[in-house]
């Protein structure tokens, strides 16, 4: 898309150097008729009485104007206007924009992301920001999908704050006018049989005086309201789960307790004292932080990133991943003994597997596992023989994407270098809350 994009803007660039080539030619016939009038207004007797000079006045007019006004008339840069519709062709926007629309739709209901909110953010900068015109056309996307609390929530928000984005003039001419924002959020309201119809009609009246259809619409949907008054549709609250509440970070989490230790059961952890933190008492889940080194985690996404198709798995939509066995490098028989040192355990199993991920919605990771059938050995019975997980970030997150246990309360922030360890069935309700920016490792 972005290679598309960047096509599009050099094809659009290309036609304002057309406009700006006819303008130039243009601009500089005025330049030299004007110079000749100029000259014939010193004496136009004596200019006209020259008839060589009469001659040449005659045959421009007779001429050169009928020629300015067919080249006036002729379409600039046709082929530039025609790229645009190839360079569109067979890319299937629709289907994509609606998909996108859906991601944006889930996602913001998951995280309780308010449209006000979010085209108040910095338009050049924030990752969180929509404009009015993107507000309004996820505002039609709902219409059309009859979710008209949605519909009215977008289309409110895109005709009221019309004016924040910078680029509010511009969708005058490319674009939506206000006027129509209004209007439609009037037709979103009227779905939900509120009075603020009315207001919206105004709205819209105000910005496009003499749309006699504007009024038409207004007069007919008075005229069925006056008939048969409906009693307003109120908004569906939706009470957040308490997993909602946890990734959204509404919840203070319970306090977890930080201290250092030294672990005796290997020579690596002899001498490195280990920061622990933890989150769920009773050892049951804890964090062990910066104790992987930049090195081996860029080693680690080496690995991913060369994994062989035999090695590579999908867990879901969005979740993919590559199996790699203990015995791949030494990095990684060094980071399993350390792992299984900071658990305390004496036997670990002999792969281990990075999974990337950037999902919409949360998802428990290693119930994905269980579910998979790449895995026969962790399907039920071998699952529940797994006594503690490591999960090792090789990524930061800081858009969504928490780890959190929430009947446990408790709610992590990957942050590259981190270990997160999970003992018993605790482990298994780890659950990633979805990530809004980037994706997890
Ligand atoms: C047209 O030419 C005049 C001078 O002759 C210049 O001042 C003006 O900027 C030019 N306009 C454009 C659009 O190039
Ligand atoms: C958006 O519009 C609403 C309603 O008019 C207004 O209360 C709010 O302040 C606006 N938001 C911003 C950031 O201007
Ligand atoms: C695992 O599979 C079962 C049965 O197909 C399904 O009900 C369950 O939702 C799946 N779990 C996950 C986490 O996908």
Redesign the pocket.
């Given at each position: 898309w972005l290679n598309l994009e960047r096509d599009l803007l050099q094809n659009l660039q290309e036609y304002a150097e057309k406009l700006e080539e006819k303008i130039d030619i243009i601009n500089d016939s005025v330049k030299e008729y004007k110079e000749e009038i100029a000259e014939a207004n010193e004496d136009p007797e004596l200019y006209l009485s020259n008839p060589i000079n009469s001659f040449r006045l005659i045959r421009h007019m007779h001429q050169d104007w009928v020629s300015w006004q067919i080249y006036m008339e002729k379409p600039v840069a046709e082929e530039q206007v025609a790229k645009i519709e190839s360079l569109l062709q067979g890319r299937h926007i629709k289907i994509e924009f609606q998909r996108a629309a859906e991601d944006v739709e889930i996602l913001t209901k998951f995280y309780d992301l308010k449209p006000?909110e979010l085209?108040?953010k910095d338009e050049g900068k924030s990752p969180l920001h929509l404009s009015p015109l993107d507000c309004y056309h996820l505002g039609l996307d709902r219409y059309e999908t009859a979710d008209y609390q949605g519909a009215a929530k977008w289309l409110g928000?895109a005709a009221?704050?019309f004016t924040?984005s910078k680029y509010s003039e511009l969708y005058e001419m490319i674009g939506v006018p206000r006027w129509q924002m209004y209007r439609d959020y009037g037709r979103a309201l009227r779905q939900l049989d509120r009075p603020e119809v009315y207001d919206a009609y105004q709205k819209a009246n105000e910005l496009s005086p003499h749309n006699v259809h504007l009024m038409e619409e207004l007069r007919m949907f008075e005229l069925l309201t006056l008939r048969d008054p409906m009693e307003p549709i109120p908004d569906e609250i939706e009470t957040p789960t308490k997993m909602q509440e946890m990734c959204r970070g509404n919840f203070s989490p319970e306090p977890g307790h930080l201290f250092c230790e030294y672990i005796t059961v290997n020579p690596f952890l002899d001498f490195a004292p280990l920061r622990i933190e933890v989150l769920v008492d009773e050892l049951f889940a804890f964090l062990y932080l910066g104790s992987v080194y930049e090195s081996e985690i860029e080693h680690l996404k080496d690995a991913f990133e060369r994994c062989s198709p035999v090695d590579t798995f999908v867990l879901d939509e969005g979740i993919t991943g590559c199996s790699i066995s203990d015995g791949y490098s030494r990095v990684t028989r060094r980071l399993k003994e350390r792992i299984q040192g900071m658990m305390v355990l004496d036997k670990g199993s002999d792969r281990s597997y990075i999974v990337q991920y950037a999902s919409v919605k949360p998802f428990q990771v290693y119930k994905l596992f269980r579910n998979a059938t790449k895995f026969p050995e962790l399907n039920s019975e071998g699952f529940e023989e797994i006594e503690g997980t490591a999960m090792v970030f090789l990524n930061d997150e800081s858009l969504g994407g928490g780890i959190t246990i929430s009947d446990y309360k408790m709610l992590t922030q990957p942050k590259k270098g981190n270990v997160l360890i999970t003992f018993d069935e605790i482990a298994f309700e780890t659950t990633i809350c979805p990530n809004l920016e980037g994706s997890g490792l």
């Open positions: 006000q085209v108040a928000v009221k704050n924040l």
